[in-house]
């Protein structure tokens, strides 16, 4: 996604509306792969306030993932609402690349800055569904599919070993 601000760039107070439909390649997370599997929308609203570019936007797309607890496959749907600081390089102090865009021409790429606002949006573990059972830790079923006889009951060690000094052992 590239954007071209050389037209709001120069009038103060001005502000420009962009959207982009863009297909993006899988995002690498923890060794894990994510596939986009529909294009990466974008819509901007981008105000000129003087020293830099302020910028609401919003993303939308589908991911596909994995469930945390049943490990099936699963579309999660991002939609998520951002706000940023682009700031043309001749105004940038340092550390604003932190948190902000620097940018040096008219026109630049805003994919990095994208994915950077999808990785911080996305939930630390996916989950097919609140009720999702996920898989006996004994023999491995589906629990949302079938059922098995394996006991629910993990004992903690340590309080395996508290319950055995409780009864004298
Ligand atoms: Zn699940
Ligand atoms: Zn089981």
């Not at 601000?5 to 792969?33: K, M, N, T």
Request: negative net charge; hydrophobic residues 35%; aromatic residues 8%.
């Amino acid at each position: 996604m590239r954007i071209n601000v050389a037209r709001l760039r120069h009038i103060e107070g001005s502000s420009q509306d962009f959207s982009f439909s863009e297909v993006f390649p899988s995002l690498e997370i923890g060794g894990e792969e994510y596939v986009f599997e529909e294009p990466v929308n974008v819509n901007l609203n981008v105000i000129n306030t003087g020293k830099s570019l302020l910028v609401r936007g919003n993303i939308s797309s589908v991911l596909k993932v994995n469930c945390s607890r049943c490990l099936k496959e699963m579309a999660y749907k991002l939609n998520l609402k951002f706000d940023d600081e682009w700031i043309p390089s001749e105004y940038a102090k340092q550390g604003d690349e932190d948190n902000a865009l620097i940018f040096d021409n008219d026109e630049f790429s805003i994919d990095s800055r994208i994915i950077e606002h999808i990785l911080v949006s996305l939930p630390m573990r996916f989950v097919c569904s609140e009720e999702c059972k996920g898989l006996c830790p004994v023999c491995g079923v589906d629990k949302n599919e079938n059922n098995c006889t394996c006991s629910d009951e993990v004992i903690d060690p340590r309080l395996e070993i508290l319950s055995k000094w409780n009864k004298g052992v």
